[in-house]
């Protein structure tokens, strides 16, 4: 195996993040690594949408939760004919910590994210979600512009 053997890249649909997917399968054909492309469903963002919304949050949920499987989708179509190992994964959580959280307990080595996710309530609620990984990760990030 290489230097980097497994790469978590976080996504949250914006062109950002699948620029960094398309680099980490870049450095993965290289390095011969195994990709986690993984979607946190922002709890503190549900929670926020339930006061501008009608919806329950169950409702909510399951509407950010289709969402996320529908960027998932496309991003595996792409990922079809690539000859790289990956996995996709969607988890409840704040960001940066589910991401940190995945990160050890997978045994990543490199974290590959965008510079900047999808604008509106979320990054109101809680800045970026980059800089809080860069801040509290131990392993390398590797940010994409």
Same mark, same amino acid.
């Given at each position: 195996?290489?230097?980097? @053997?497994? =790469?978590? !890249?976080?996504?949250?649909? $914006? ?9 980490? &399968? ?40 289709? @969402?996320?499987?529908? $960027? ?12 790289? @190992? ?6 409840? #959580? ?22 900047? #996710?999808?604008? #509106? =309530?979320?990054?109101? &609620?809680?800045? $970026? ?13 590797? !940010? &994409?512009?």
């Amino acid at each position: 195996m290489g230097l980097f @053997n497994k =790469i978590l !890249v976080p996504v949250d649909g $914006s062109r950002y993040s699948l620029d960094a997917v398309r680099l980490a &399968v870049k450095i993965a054909r290289v390095h011969g690594s195994e990709i986690k492309i993984f979607h946190v469903l922002d709890v503190l963002v549900i929670d926020k949408l339930k006061h501008f919304s009608k919806k329950d949050k169950a409702s909510i949920q399951e509407e950010l939760s289709h @969402n996320a499987l529908g $960027s998932l989708k496309d991003i595996e179509y792409e990922l079809m004919g690539e000859k790289v @190992n990956f996995e996709l994964l969607i988890k409840e #959580g704040v960001p940066h910590e589910a991401i940190l959280e995945e990160a050890y307990s997978w045994k990543a080595e490199l974290i590959v994210m965008g510079k900047l #996710g999808r604008r #509106g =309530i979320s990054h109101i &609620v809680l800045g $970026s979600v980059t800089e809080r990984v860069i801040e509290f990760s131990d392993m390398p990030v590797l !940010v &994409v512009k």
